[in-house]
């Protein structure tokens, strides 16, 4: 069965620190996402990858950065985080194939809260 | 920009009534056409799917046609069960750089009582 494991089922940390969401996919898998979901606003991109060191800006992307050194993970960092961060973090991975219609597979998310 | 709007929840149902949730959108071009499912504590799944004009995606008993006219993509499906309790996005594609993305709605909240 395809598999995409996000590190922390819930995250609690305290405003400004560092924060590190990791994603690993087990898929071989080309491009890698994240989103945030937040009721009423649905899922926005964060960043997305489409190749290892590879990444692109989604619609969201202040105040946070990304990390892909390998094919299998995809980090989501906050910098410094701040309460309005505050959220279901959604990693997602796609075969970058024709063939495959486009399907994202999702991990089963990471709720941060910052204080 | 691209864009889907969807009728915005909750939506309460009883078992075995109808089920309509619409969805329409807004893209340049002719954009693929998703429903998603989340159910609790999951992450989100494909549902079906559609890619061009007057498809019909199907799937566990649930259907969506691609309507080019109306720009709309409804979900249905004759008579729900309580494990279709779920939040249901609707989403399209389009292409962004080296990569299509996803760009989804805002989610509906469905809960089927027995």
């Known amino acids: 069965d395809v598999k995409v494991t996000q590190s922390s089922r819930y995250l609690v940390k305290r405003t400004g620190e560092k924060v590190f969401l990791e994603c690993v996919q087990d898929?071989?898998?080309?491009?890698m996402f994240w989103y945030r979901q937040d009721p009423g606003l649905g899922l926005r991109l964060i960043y997305f990858?489409?190749?290892?060191?590879?990444?692109e800006k989604g619609d969201i992307p202040e105040g946070y950065s990304v990390s892909r050194e390998k094919k299998e993970r995809f980090s989501l960092i906050l910098e410094s985080a701040s309460t309005n961060q505050t959220s279901m973090y959604l990693c997602?991975?796609?075969?970058?194939?024709?063939?495959?219609?486009?399907?994202?597979?999702f991990g089963s998310g990471t709720q941060l809260s910052v204080l | 920009g691209d864009s889907v709007t969807q009728m915005e929840g909750p939506v309460t149902l009883s078992e075995e009534a109808f089920l309509t949730i619409n969805c329409t959108y807004t893209?340049?071009?002719?954009?693929?056409l998703f429903w998603y499912v989340q159910y609790p504590g999951e992450g989100l799944q494909l549902l079906l799917k559609?890619?061009?004009?007057?498809d019909k995606g199907s799937n566990k008993g649930f259907e969506a046609t691609y309507r080019k006219e109306t720009t709309s993509f409804h979900l249905e499906k004759g008579s729900v069960q309580v494990s279709d309790s779920a939040v249901y996005f609707c989403?399209?594609?389009?292409?962004?750089?080296?990569?299509?993305?996803?760009?989804f709605g805002s989610g509906t909240q469905l809960t089927v009582l027995p």
């Open positions: 997602a991975s796609r075969s970058w194939s024709r063939s495959t219609n486009e399907k994202l597979f």
């Open positions: 898929m071989d898998h080309e491009n």
């Open positions: 990858s489409y190749d290892v060191k590879m990444k």
């Open positions: 893209a340049t071009g002719y954009p693929s």
């Open positions: 559609a890619t061009k004009a007057d």
């Open positions: 989403a399209l594609s389009v292409s962004s750089g080296s990569a299509r993305q996803l760009t």
